[in-house]
């Protein structure tokens, strides 16, 4: 796992950075996908687990090279380096895709989710009782999900906490929407809009020599919620990446069918015919966030009308989604030969 690795090794690990972020984003879509297809789901697991007191251990005592060594820093910093940039530039072009062809972009998200499933079960040769019943088991679940009703907005600091452990399994489970959970628990809007843009502009006044935002207090709250959230994340991230070491190493075979039926249950949450149902009051005036946009509250699903153009459109994005994860299965086959 700690083989050097070439320039273009590198900058591909930026790019699936890329895809991670921007997939963690949307609701119903899992940067654990990414990972488990784009072949580096193992090394990603690895690497978050390495993090550990020893870890703490090394970076406290100032040696700092044999801590970045110790917790492949290497392939960290690239894969978080290029979610960081996702966040901010490729997530914000697929926020204006969503505003505009909603139906294209789920629907290829759609179709990248059946090549997945496709990807990790073609050479899955293990089905036996109990990976059968693993995976039956991971269907329910992911069906489930599908059907739950959102809960309140809360701000609570230890919910926020509780949040982002839970959250963060997004990037970890493939499969796992983490934004979908965030919806599910009521604080999507809080969280992953109006706590990044306070962020985003404390920044960018703080760039300007303007820390009028000290004296904010609304502004400062949500800060602390984004730090507590932020906190409760790396808490999760560092705690499930051993769970999951433990659990890949001696159940291997098990995990892997709970994520095929998991995944496969997912689909309902991906479905691109569905109708956004808004946050409205007893008068049905709509919700707004800071930002003035509806409040998500969840979907309404239906079948396409196979007689319109759009939904033929809709069925090439569909397959469009297919044959890019099938391209990444022959880009990883050929840079195996």
Same mark, same amino acid.
């Given at each position: 796992? @700690?083989?050097?690795?070439?320039?273009?090794?590198?900058?591909?690990?930026?790019?699936?950075?890329?895809?991670?972020?921007?997939?963690?984003?949307?609701? &119903?879509?899992?940067? &654990?996908?990414?990972?488990?297809? *784009?072949g /580096?789901?193992?090394?990603?697991?690895?690497? $978050?687990?390495?993090?550990n007191?020893?870890?703490?251990?090394?970076?406290?005592? &100032?040696?700092?090279?044999?801590?970045?060594?110790?917790?492949? *820093?290497?392939?960290?910093?690239?894969?978080?380096? &290029?979610? $960081?940039?996702?966040?901010?530039?490729? #997530?914000?072009?697929?926020?204006?895709?969503?505003?505009?062809?909603?139906?294209?972009?789920?629907?290829?998200?759609?179709?990248?989710?059946?090549? #997945?499933?496709?990807?990790?079960?073609?050479?899955?040769? @293990?089905w036996?009782?109990?990976?059968l019943?693993? *995976?039956?088991?991971?269907?329910?679940?992911?069906?489930?999900?599908?059907?739950?009703?959102?809960?309140?907005?809360? %701000?609570?600091? !230890?919910?926020?906490?509780?949040?982002?452990?839970?959250?963060? #399994?997004?990037?970890?489970?493939?499969?796992?929407?983490?934004?979908?959970?965030?919806?599910?628990?009521?604080?999507?809007?809080l969280?992953?809009?109006?706590?990044?843009?306070?962020?985003? %502009?404390?920044?960018?006044?703080? $760039?300007?020599?303007?820390? #009028?935002?000290?004296?904010n @207090?609304?502004r400062?709250?949500?800060?602390?919620?984004?730090?507590? /959230?932020?906190?409760?994340?790396?808490?999760?991230?560092?705690?499930?990446? @051993?769970?999951l070491?433990?659990?890949?190493?001696?159940?291997?075979h098990?995990?892997?069918?709970?994520?095929?039926? /998991?995944?496969?249950?997912?689909?309902?949450?991906?479905?691109? !015919?569905?109708?956004?149902i808004?946050?409205?009051?007893?008068?049905?005036?709509?919700?707004?966030?800071?930002? *003035?946009?509806?409040?998500?509250l969840?979907?309404?699903?239906?079948?396409?009308?196979?007689?319109?153009?759009?939904? !033929? !459109?809709?069925?090439?994005?569909?397959?469009?989604?297919?044959f890019?994860?099938?391209?990444l299965?022959?880009y990883?086959?050929?840079?195996?030969?």
């Open positions: 796992m @700690h083989e050097p690795r070439t320039f273009l090794d590198k900058l591909f690990l930026v790019i699936k950075g890329l895809a991670m972020g921007a997939a963690n984003k949307v609701p &119903g879509v899992s940067g &654990g996908i990414v990972a488990f297809v *784009g /580096f789901y193992e090394e990603f697991i690895y690497s $978050l687990q390495k993090i007191f020893k870890a703490i251990k090394l970076l406290l005592n &100032g040696r700092f090279r044999s801590f970045y060594r110790y917790i492949n *820093g290497q392939f960290l910093t690239l894969l978080i380096f &290029g979610m $960081l940039v996702s966040y901010f530039s490729v #997530s914000k072009l697929l926020d204006y895709f969503l505003e505009r062809k909603e139906l294209f972009v789920w629907a290829a998200f759609f179709g990248m989710i059946l090549g #997945s499933i496709y990807f990790i079960s073609k050479d899955f040769k @293990h036996n009782r109990k990976t019943t693993a *995976g039956i088991l991971g269907l329910v679940f992911g069906i489930s999900i599908s059907f739950l009703s959102p809960a309140r907005e809360n %701000d609570n600091l !230890w919910f926020i906490f509780l949040c982002g452990m839970i959250s963060v #399994s997004g990037m970890t489970l493939p499969g796992l929407s983490g934004s979908f959970i965030l919806i599910l628990l009521g604080n999507y809007v969280l992953l809009v109006d706590s990044v843009n306070a962020l985003y %502009d404390s920044m960018a006044e703080m $760039l300007r020599g303007d820390f #009028s935002f000290v004296r @207090h609304e400062l709250e949500t800060l602390k919620i984004l730090a507590v /959230f932020t906190l409760g994340s790396a808490t999760g991230l560092v705690t499930l990446s @051993h769970i070491t433990y659990v890949l190493k001696h159940f291997k098990i995990t892997t069918a709970v994520i095929i039926g /998991f995944i496969t249950g997912s689909l309902g949450v991906v479905w691109p !015919w569905k109708r956004t808004f946050k409205t009051d007893g008068d049905g005036q709509l919700f707004l966030d800071s930002n *003035g946009k509806e409040i998500i969840n979907y309404e699903r239906y079948l396409p009308d196979f007689t319109t153009t759009e939904t !033929w !459109w809709a069925i090439f994005f569909v397959i469009l989604g297919i890019i994860l099938l391209g299965e022959w990883g086959d050929y840079r195996k030969k």
